[in-house]
């Protein structure tokens, strides 16, 4: 039967029934030694009871927290939790003149989402600047998402006479937050229910998933897709705060894929990394009852929801396209249904196959009536 731990009223109970029995003595009196003993014996027991709850949930991962969570993970994974990158760049500066912007010069203007806190970034060499816009190589001081992206603006944080105090950022490769107790713990146990063998399409996707300084939410292993000895191996990067659709940029696929040749059995005949293609589903509502902004948005989460569940690219073997994966109206419908503010809709779409190998079912366009 399971396990229950009493309460302390219980214990209490208990301990002085037992006090009783072993003495054979009556009643105990309201703060008589006896009572305050048993009564602090059974406090002491509790706080053990307590420990060997919570340690209870500590010896499995799926229940683990995060210190625990952290040994489990440094048992079963070749490296542990994934750590918070910096995000890095490049940003541009005018003067009046020809005038020396210093290394470790500090800019900085863009928040933190989750503290509301400032981001600094630092400069990384001295560089002279002119008249015209001259770029300036940036790193951020504290590690995690900035969620900028080109064409945002920093200042400096301390003026320098003669340049101009805002720069406008060129290009920036966004940092990534610390790995998540959630993501860590789906690693870990995929690693326990899905063991090594040498090379498995599990295999490949599990280290995807363990790429140090990509943000990989999902992927997906085709085996044979481009031949005989081949594998094929797409992911998504939905997390990044700068990355809506989720897709994966050239320098991730890049980094996955050197990841890989790291960790990949060296006898296959070629590996292939690459981004999944976006399909749009479209579709149209009416009758949507309460029809309102509320309800509109969240059949737009509602959906998303689902499609990040059941989406898979479609692929093929030896060159020969697979039954590719369909998004039936079915799913969509589900989705929708599962909205509790929702009392009714007419939902007008067609079942939608995945036309080709790579393409990846996401929302497109929904029209009301």
Known sequence: MPWTTPSLEDLRNTNRDNVQSQLRSGPMIPNSVLRVMADANAGLGFLTLLYIDWLSKQLLPDTAETEWLDRHASIWLSQGRKAATYAHGTITFTSIGSVTMP???????????????????????DVVIGTTPTSVSIVATTPGSTGLVGGSTLALKVGIAGINGVGTITSITDGIEEETDDGLRARVLDRIRQPPVGGSAEDYVQWTFATPSVSVTRAWCSPLEMGLGTVTIRFMTDDLANNIVGFPSHADVNLVRDYLDTVRPVAIKDRFVVSPVPEPIDFAITNLSPDSVANRNAVIVAVKKMLFERAAPAHAINGIEQPAQTIYRAWVSEAISSIPTIESFTLIMDDHPMPYPGSLAVLGTVVYG
């Open 103 to 125: 290394s470790g010069t500090i800019v900085s203007g863009a928040v933190d989402s989750l503290t509301n806190a400032i981001i600094d970034f630092s400069t990384q060499s």
